[in-house]
């Protein structure tokens, strides 16, 4: 009789509970046009709090039903009496079987697909139930994106994300889709790609609900800041020994952005050239803060690309360091820069910071003030390191570096407990986005250090620093691992994520044997803000790198000469704005952009890179690949061997194949009769071995193909 009183009372209340709820959680709804509940509906949303449900039930219709855990449905009994529902136990395999009467008696359903709240932060498994009921009952599934309850006090993520009573939450409504049923394939295929269809589509819904059509990076991160908590240490400097929380960085950027703009006066664009320090941070924030866009310079690439690179983005100024040109060796490239550009060092912007400067600094942090959002002034230049005879400049909007982010957070769950190590340079756009951006503005802490070639000093600092998310190229994890003792990374690492050249087997292998982790290997460009495809803890295939990203499509062009697979084109929301050639300005980027790599993709998403697109020899008419060859070599090689594979003129079979390689003392025979035993055709066959002690490097850590190539056609011409 209590029970019922009580059950009475709450329903009376229950018309001002609602508003107090959405008001107290500032919900915003979005898409509920979209709703349509005249036809079979299943309703999927991720699960990220115990109140998702709370909140749902407040906005949606009376005649939808819920499905809830038993054990859920034991705690909140109480609560269940206000809406229709359906206890399962996931356990019993039956429970499916309700739910699709349920769907097919014309009953609308929210099912949470997950089956259980988030612990990570990211998406959880979706269970194989959801797509049997949507295939049996063919009904409309239709996504919905929560976001912001993942920071309630109801979520499981206590030490994980800075947690509130009464977060900011949005509930986007997404379209509608069927999963199609086929006859030709057996009932458990079937099953297990309609699964895949439904959480592809919720993380795209996902990735949608969270995109904004412009931003302010430096907006983004007055966000994360008030989300993450002001005094969280977001970032620090191993070489000033130095760290800053959102506070101090804000600060900082603030006071900064006062200086360099009454230095730069009304430019739209400023070089950058920096090695990966709390300075730079500050410095690109800054000019965020001014709507000015920076240019970063490689530093790695030498005097004359340098000085290329400037006038390609047109820059009249370049933001340096005394510090770092003298132990970088680069006073010869700032004096002749010096001659054409004006040159600003940092140290000479801290000296001339007055009390003024601080106070309009503090008085800007304390009211937020905002960066301008507009077109030309969100955007960032990176330079490519392509075969062209002048660098290319690659344009990519705030936009593009923040859709890859999200798109990695889409597929891989990153928390505020984790730490990032910043050892790619800046001036990569791997460096760039996962190194830095990606950490800052999702409340992790990033360590930086400006050198990734220190193979002794790397896997010290993820053993000191507790690293638990570490980037780097095939080339570096090769060199960490032979250097790292066995803790060093089994101790803290989580994820170990590989891009901008293929990893070997071997080192694959080799951290999997001697530390125990897998590493994620992934492929993307500079003009895709980087990454495209990503292996995940929850999808990864060995050989292969990775499934498209959410929010991107992609398309294969058929390559003459090559049977299996062909050029990789994509669009989507991290693709760049476009290039700025020498001479000739800016270029906008078409619909789709030509990834200039021939791959297979596999029927269940995977991507396999086969070779760049000029990464081929044509030998008496057949087609080879150079990446081929490259490993038809190492293959015969120790396991530290280095190979790189060019192409020069021949008179008679009209190209010929010479491998650059680092062990000393192999002869040409040698690995041609290994080859041969294996059974590989005489057209794969180098003609000509050259041993080089260290092979060129890029500042990104791979093999500098240009130089090699330049050199090859030298000696080619000599002869």
């Not at 370049?318 to 940092?346: H, R």
């Not at 295939?541 to 398309?555: A, E, N, Q, S």
């Amino acid at each position: 009789m209590i029970k019922w009183l009580f059950v009475a009372l709450l329903k009376l209340l229950l018309p001002l509970l609602r508003p107090v709820l959405m008001t107290s959680f500032k919900v915003k709804v979005r898409g509920m046009e979209r709703l349509d509940l005249t036809e079979k509906t299943v309703l999927i949303p991720n699960h990220v709090s115990l109140l998702d449900a709370v909140l749902l039930a407040l906005i949606l219709p009376k005649e939808v039903a819920f499905v809830v855990n038993t054990k859920i449905a034991k705690q909140f009994a109480w609560l269940l009496l206000f809406r229709t529902n359906i206890a399962v136990d996931p356990l019993n395999p039956y429970s499916v079987r309700t739910m699709l009467r349920t769907v097919q008696s014309g009953t609308p359903l929210v099912v949470f697909p997950e089956g259980r709240i988030t612990t990570t932060g990211g998406m959880m498994k979706v269970y194989g139930g959801i797509g049997y009921i949507a295939l049996r009952s063919q009904a409309r599934m239709q996504p919905i994106a929560i976001n912001g309850l993942e920071h309630s006090k109801l979520s499981y993520l206590r030490g994980k994300l800075k947690q509130f009573w009464f977060p900011a939450v949005s509930i986007t409504f997404g379209e509608a889709f069927q999963v199609p049923m086929s006859e030709h394939i057996s009932r458990r295929i079937q099953k297990e790609r309609a699964t895949d269809i439904i959480r592809s589509r919720m993380q795209n819904h996902l990735l949608d609900s969270r995109m904004k059509p412009e931003l302010n990076l430096f907006n983004e991160m007055l966000i994360a800041a008030k989300l993450h908590g002001i005094s969280t240490v977001i970032c620090e400097d191993i070489i000033s020994d130095s760290a800053l929380t959102y506070r101090k960085l804000l600060l900082t950027t603030y006071t900064m952005a006062g200086v360099l703009k009454q230095l730069l006066k009304e430019q739209n664009r400023a070089a950058v050239l920096l090695p990966n320090a709390a300075a730079h941070v500050v410095t690109l924030f800054s000019l965020f803060r001014l709507g000015v866009t920076p240019a970063v310079l490689n530093y790695s690439a030498g005097k004359q690309t340098m000085l290329d690179a400037c006038e390609t983005a047109a820059v009249k100024t370049i933001i340096t360091s005394k510090a770092f040109i003298d132990k970088a060796g680069l006073a010869d490239f700032i004096d002749t820069a010096s001659g054409a550009l004006k040159i600003v060092y940092l140290e000479d912007v801290k000296q001339s910071i007055t009390f003024k400067h601080k106070c309009v600094g503090i008085f800007h942090y304390l009211r937020k003030v905002q960066g301008p959002v507009g077109s030309g002034k969100n955007e960032v230049v990176l330079f490519t390191s392509g075969s062209e005879s002048k660098p290319k400049g690659v344009v990519l909007t705030h936009r593009n570096v923040f859709a890859n982010i999200q798109q990695a957070k889409a597929v891989i769950a990153f928390n505020g407990s984790d730490i990032v190590l910043g050892a790619m340079p800046m001036f990569h756009s791997f460096g760039l986005t996962a190194g830095t951006m990606l950490p800052i503005l999702s409340g992790m802490k990033v360590v930086l250090y400006p050198n990734p070639l220190h193979y002794k000093v790397i896997p010290e600092l993820v053993y000191d620093r507790n690293i638990t998310i570490l980037f780097g190229t095939s080339t570096f994890l090769s060199a960490y691992a032979r250097t790292a003792h066995p803790y060093d990374f089994a101790h803290s690492l989580k994820y170990v994520v590989a891009g901008a050249e293929k990893l070997k087997e071997e080192v694959r292998q080799t951290w999997s044997d001697k530390f125990g982790i897998r590493i994620l290997e992934g492929y993307g460009t500079t003009e895709t803000a980087p990454v495209i495809s990503l292996n995940t803890p929850m999808y990864a295939k060995k050989g292969t790198v990775g499934r498209i990203l959410p929010g991107m499509d992609y398309r294969l062009e058929k390559v003459e000469g090559i049977e299996l697979g062909g050029n990789l084109l994509v669009k989507g929301p991290n693709v760049m704005k476009g290039y700025l050639i020498h001479g000739q300005g800016f270029v906008p980027c078409p619909e789709w952009y030509s990834c200039g790599d021939v791959v297979q993709m596999d029927d269940q998403g995977y991507i396999s890179i086969q070779a760049r697109l000029q990464s081929f020899a044509k030998i008496g008419g057949e087609k080879v690949s150079l990446p081929m060859v490259e490993e038809l070599v190492t293959a015969s090689l120790p396991p530290e061997a280095i190979c790189a594979a060019v192409s020069v003129p021949d008179m008679r079979k009209g190209e010929r194949i010479v491998v650059y390689h680092n062990i000393p003392g192999v002869q040409l025979q040698q690995i041609r009769e290994s080859m041969k035993q294996q059974g590989h055709p005489s057209f794969y066959m180098p003609s000509e071995l050259r041993y080089a002690e260290k092979l060129p490097l890029l500042g990104s850590g791979k093999v500098d193909y240009v130089t090699i190539k330049r050199s090859a056609l030298k000696d080619h011409q000599e002869t």
